[in-house]
Each structure stands twice: as structure tokens, then as C-alpha cells.
């Protein structure tokens, strides 16, 4: 276990983020999941909110910016195919 006050904060502050993390990834995947389920108009209007999702997590290194970029392309394949 760490024994100074600096490393003991480290740890706290870890934990925080790693759930916050963890939360926000978790959304962004079901999103993902019910706009591939969606219709075409449903997607039309989900999409935009998904893709702030993935860009937020590639900004805070939550995922690589070239897995969200994936999945962005992915996704804009899929709405228009609708």
C-alpha cells in the first residue's frame, strides 16, 4: 500500500476516473447497439449524439481516435444504407 499523501490522492483520484470511464464507455456502446437496431428516422437523429460520444472518448483517451474514427465511418456507412 502506498505510504505518502500524494500517492494515497493518486489512488482516489484513479479510481474516480477509471469509473467515470468505465460509465461512458458502457453508454457509448449501448448507444452504438440502438442505433444499429434503430430505423432510419430514429437513426437520423441518434447519430449525431453517438458520434459526440465517441469523440469525448477518443479526446480523453478512453478509446484511440482511430477506433472512434472507425466506427464513425461504420456507423455513417450504416444510417445512409438505411
Same mark, same amino acid.
Given at each position: 500500500?502506498?505510504?505518502?499523501?500524494?500517492?494515497?490522492?493518486?489512488?482516489?483520484?484513479?479510481?474516480?476516473?477509471?469509473?467515470?470511464?468505465?460509465?461512458?464507455?458502457?453508454?457509448?456502446? &449501448?448507444? #452504438?447497439? $440502438?442505433?444499429?437496431? =434503430?430505423?432510419? %428516422?430514429?437513426?437520423?437523429?441518434?447519430?449525431? /449524439?453517438?458520434?459526440?460520444?465517441?469523440?469525448?472518448?477518443?479526446?480523453? &483517451?478512453? #478509446?484511440? $481516435?482511430?477506433?472512434? =474514427?472507425?466506427? %464513425?465511418?461504420?456507423?455513417?456507412?450504416?444510417? /445512409?444504407?438505411?
Amino acid at each position: 500500500m502506498a505510504n505518502h499523501k500524494s500517492a494515497l490522492k493518486r489512488i482516489r483520484n484513479s479510481e474516480t476516473k477509471r469509473l467515470r470511464n468505465k460509465y461512458q464507455h458502457k453508454t457509448t456502446r &449501448n448507444a #452504438i447497439k $440502438k442505433l444499429r437496431e =434503430a430505423d432510419k %428516422k430514429e437513426a437520423k437523429t441518434l447519430f449525431p /449524439a453517438v458520434v459526440s460520444m465517441l469523440d469525448k472518448l477518443a479526446k480523453n &483517451n478512453v #478509446i484511440h $481516435k482511430n477506433k472512434a =474514427a472507425n466506427l %464513425k465511418s461504420q456507423l455513417a456507412k450504416h444510417v /445512409a444504407a438505411l
